[in-house]
């Protein structure tokens, strides 16, 4: 090999010293560029972010330098411009990006919605670090908001064999529990946080609020104690919010409303407490709605509704229930329908929840509102949805599904309201043949039995009820016993118990049921009764002739009885002259269930100026039958035409009655009027009522009647047949219009025909044909009128009879 020759010499000197000095130049730009990626980031710490963002993006463009586009994408993390940090390096790699990069790429994948992008990122990262925590939890946050909790929880639990339990892990354990709804492992999670950093306030008090909303008020209550630093008595009074908004809703859960009292005071005092913040004494103002509808105190509840959706705006679902609630209780079904059906919609899940149905509080509104068809509808679409059972929460077993036994037990009720009590009968019969310890087929039983007319049946039902429950659940049954009892007239000791009951016991329905009762049956009334007819037959008194009557009923006193007062008008024609009559008459009904005696004494004026005297006497035998015996002195039954002959006459009679059930009842009676002038009239009758169809707003029923008389031949200007016989048969369709709770219009047209048989005289044909209203405006009032015309047959002579009847009655409740 020959040795270069002096000229290449010098060339390898130069081409050596031009390449110290490119390297001596390369070394000052690099230092140069570090110099100005510094004095960005420096100026961004500063707090002028744009700029420093601006300078390195330019900067990054002309050197595509990996450590200008860290700092470049470190910025933009953290000023939450995540698709701006993703977009940053448009022709790089995975490949291209630091470590650092990587996980911050990650998140702004994950807060973009880019999950795949994002687990490309940190699998990228746990490549080139296998034990980078951030990369693997990164990964298990990813699987979290993609809804693959197990994946996730399975996840940490390899990350944390391997690499510990650090902070980040237990950060992530809690986004995983509170994105489950595992509150109770997000408290776990929380406490064992806290105790690694008991000097971070901020996870002390979301320790605090988990530990709040699931009840855990013990454990609340010790953070408090133990971090009195960490709050304030802000923090104390949401404390004692939730403990009275839990007290409330423990009480609904379990039927007990002395803890509803309790959560109910709670709430008052934070809404009155000082310098309370606006929005706890709104959200405490709600709970209490809810409290004291649960109180049954819908007055107050339906005021506080009003005043708190006017302050401000809509109300809340769970506040509109109630209030929707308080509507029905106050008998504003209509309205409480209208809220109803727009929670139905807004949260359909309400409606067939298993806890407590909307579905439940709504058919009891359609039927308080006597939309019954309505009713109907909405049981039949809800028992469409509803499987026989359901699964339990893991899944594995299959329970009984409860809103089953609502859905019958709402069926039986509701197929009573609209009319069909046998069926209803029927219904439940099967249900008890399958359960026959259930209570609350029985407590239903004893309510249909009320409800058909059976109060002693009744009483036994809810009896049968009481023995099926514990000792402690027995109250409501026993109320319900009391309510038999009074409707069935045993006020003695039944108003006591009512009153201690009413003024002790904790507000249920039932009560409510036995204070309306009380009041409603305890009340005084005044009723007025008047009839005109025009014909000159055989009726009780005379031709052409008109009646009156008013009553005032004083009010019960506790074992039932009470005063009245009576005023009775007639008014008669006779050979063209006027025939005048009155009585005023008081008296006392004696309550000695199971019989009453009523005693009552006055003064005729007119055409009978005498006393008075009558007493009559009715004994109960049970639910079906009962017997009457009464006897009056000068009776106001004497015919106007005897008094005007100066006959006045007594009347004794004896009766038993016969109630077979809702549908069909019965009389048979023996009547003797004794006249002064030697006459005794005697006179058999009989009576049937049959109701042949009830459903919704029509019914039908009928009436047979038929009875006779023997008279002594004497001579009289009454109408005194030797003896005489009649048959008839009325059959009345009603129509009833609701008007709103306890309230409707009825309409009624009455079609009867029969035959009249008198001695000497014959039988003939008699008919008649009738129209009216009934109007219910109120539970204390009542308006009936109507118009017949009639066929009557007297000494053989056909008659053709007009006639008017009203009746009013008003009670003062």
């Known amino acids: 090999m020959t040795k270069p020759t002096n000229n290449v010499k010098r060339i390898l000197v130069c081409l050596l010293c031009l390449t110290l000095v490119g390297v001596e130049g390369a070394l000052a730009q690099d230092s140069n560029l570090d110099s100005r990626r510094e004095a960005w980031v420096i100026m961004a710490r500063e707090g002028q972010s744009e700029r420093a963002i601006d300078g390195l993006s330019r900067l990054h463009e002309r050197t595509g330098n990996q450590a200008v586009l860290s700092d470049l994408i470190a910025l933009l993390i953290r000023d939450s411009r995540y698709a701006e940090a993703l977009g940053s390096c448009g022709s790089c790699r995975v490949a291209d990006y630091t470590v650092t990069s990587l996980e911050a790429l990650g998140l702004a994948a994950r807060e973009t919605g880019d999950l795949e992008q994002a687990r490309g990122f940190y699998q990228a990262l746990i490549r080139r670090q296998p034990d980078n925590l951030q990369g693997w939890l990164g990964l298990v946050l990813v699987d979290i908001q993609q809804g693959a909790y197990l994946a996730a929880g399975h996840g940490l639990q390899d990350i944390g064999d391997r690499l510990g339990v650090s902070d980040d892990w237990l950060q992530a354990r809690i986004y995983l529990a509170t994105q489950a709804n595992d509150a109770l492992t997000e408290l776990r999670t929380r406490h064992r946080l806290v105790r690694r950093n008991p000097e971070n306030v901020s996870e002390v008090q979301a320790l605090y609020r988990v530990a709040v909303s699931l009840g855990a008020r013990h454990a ?20 004692d919010y939730y403990d009275a908004a839990a007290m409330v809703r423990l009480a609904q859960q379990t039927g007990r409303p002395e803890r509803g009292m309790e959560g109910l005071q709670a709430l008052d005092a934070i809404i009155d407490a000082p310098q309370a913040s606006p929005e706890l004494v709104r959200l405490a103002q709600y709970d209490k709605i809810v409290a004291l509808v649960y109180l049954r105190r819908f007055r107050e509840a339906r005021e506080l509704a009003a005043r708190l959706e006017a302050e401000h705006g809509e109300l809340p679902h769970f506040v509109t229930r109630s209030r929707a609630d308080a509507l029905s209780g106050l008998g504003q079904p209509s309205q409480a329908i209208r809220l109803y059906r727009e929670l139905a919609v807004a949260q359909p899940e309400l409606a067939r929840s298993t806890d407590n149905p909307m579905n439940t509080s709504l058919i009891y509104a359609y039927a308080d509102a006597q939309q019954y068809r309505s009713a109907q509808a909405v049981l039949d679409r809800w028992e469409a949805k509803e499987p026989d059972a359901l699964w339990n929460f893991a899944g594995t077993t299959r329970l009984e599904n409860p809103n089953i036994e609502r859905i019958e037990q709402l069926e039986i009720s509701l197929t009573t309201w609209r009319g069909d009590e046998k069926k209803a009968s029927r219904l439940l019969d099967d249900l008890l043949d399958q359960a026959p310890g ?3 087929l029985w407590h239903l039983k004893g309510d249909l039995s009320r409800w058909r007319g059976w109060p002693r049946q009744a009483e036994q039902d809810y009896q049968h009820a009481a023995q099926l ?25 039944t108003v006591d118990a009512i009153e201690e009951r009413l003024e002790t016991g904790m507000p249920t329905g039932m009560l409510d049921s036995l204070k309306r009762n009380l009041k409603e049956q305890r009340a005084g009334s005044i009723s007025v009764t008047g009839s005109r007819g025009n014909t000159e037959g055989k009726n009780v008194q005379s031709s052409r002739d008109w009646r009156y009557e008013a009553r005032i009923d004083a009010p019960r006193n506790n074992n039932g009885s009470r005063f009245f ?14 025939l005048h009559a009155a009585y005023t008459t008081a008296g006392y009904e004696l309550n000695l269930y199971p019989a009453i005696l009523s005693v009552e004494a006055g003064h005729g004026a007119q055409l009978n100026d005498d006393a008075t005297l009558a007493g009559h006497l009715s004994y109960s035998l049970s639910d079906h039958w009962r017997m009457a015996l009464g006897a009056e002195v000068n009776s106001i039954e004497t015919p106007l035409r005897a008094l005007f002959d100066d006959v006045n006459a007594d009347r004794y009679q004896v009766e038993t009655s016969y109630r077979r059930d809702e549908d069909g009842s019965g009389s048979l009676g023996l009547s003797l009027m004794d006249f002064d002038d030697g006459n005794l009239r005697r006179s058999v009758y009989g009576r ?6 009830d459903w919704d707003e029509w019914e039908v029923k009928g009436t047979l009647f038929a009875g006779g008389s023997r008279n002594d031949s004497v001579a009289a200007s009454y109408f005194n047949p030797a003896s005489d016989a009649s048959v008839d048969g009325v059959l009345e369709v009603s129509y009833s219009l609701p008007l709103g709770y306890r309230k409707n219009f009825t309409q009624y047209v009455t079609l009867g025909s029969g035959s009249y048989w008198q001695e000497d005289f014959g039988s ?8 009216g209203h009934r109007w219910t405006l109120a539970p204390s009032f009542g308006l009936e009128y109507g118009f017949m015309r009639q066929r009557s047959v007297y000494d053989g002579d056909a008659e053709f009879e ?9 009670s003062f409740l």
């Open 438 to 440: 259930n209570a609350s």
């Open 469 to 493: 429950r514990r000792p402690e659940d027995r109250q409501y049954a026993e109320d319900a016993v009391l309510l038999s009892r009074l409707e069935r007239g045993q006020w003695r000791g």
């Open 764 to 771: 003939d044909v008699t008919w008649q044909i009738g129209y």
């Open 220 to 239: 609340a209550r010790n953070l408090l104690r133990d971090y009195p630093g960490a709050f304030t008595r802000t923090d104390t009074q949401w404390l």
């Open 802 to 810: 007009n006639s008017i009847s009203v009746s009013l009655e008003w």
């Open 565 to 578: 007062a009576r005023r009775i008008g007639m008014f008669g024609e006779y050979n063209e002259r006027p």
């Open 688 to 693: 049937w009522v049959e109701q042949f169809h």
